[in-house]
Nanobody
């Protein structure tokens, strides 16, 4: 059973930066999704198993960056945060590098971490 543990969430002000971490028990392709209040879960960013390819949603491109270390941890670096970035952020792991912008591609999910951005 793959375990994913998110950390790094918190309360920040608009314009601040925050980095989320996703510590996995195994190395997989990893994606970040979020659920904003009153909205459906949405794709934020993903990175392939090797780290060679990265994908970011249009809404966060240029502000958020996904990366991974040489082991099993994936990061979501969030800059210039806006109030509309307030959400529960989830990391997810996939055994395939395909369709990483789709939630259905992921077999394992973390519990989520709350990010609140005050304006």
């Amino acid at each position: 059973q793959v375990q994913l543990v998110e950390s790094g969430g918190g309360l920040v002000q608009a314009g601040d930066s925050l980095t989320l971490s996703c510590a996995a028990s195994e190395r997989y392709a990893v994606g970040w999704f979020r659920r904003r209040p009153g909205r459906e879960r949405e794709f934020v960013a993903a990175i392939t198993y090797s780290g060679a390819n990265k994908y970011h949603a249009n809404s966060v491109r240029g502000r958020f960056t996904i990366s991974r270390d040489t082991a099993k941890t994936v990061y979501l670096h969030m800059n210039s945060l806006k109030a509309e970035d307030t959400a529960v952020y989830y990391c997810a792991a996939a055994t395939s590098n395909r369709d990483l912008d789709s939630a259905w591609a992921y077999e394992y999910w973390g519990q989520g971490t709350q990010v609140t951005v005050s304006s």
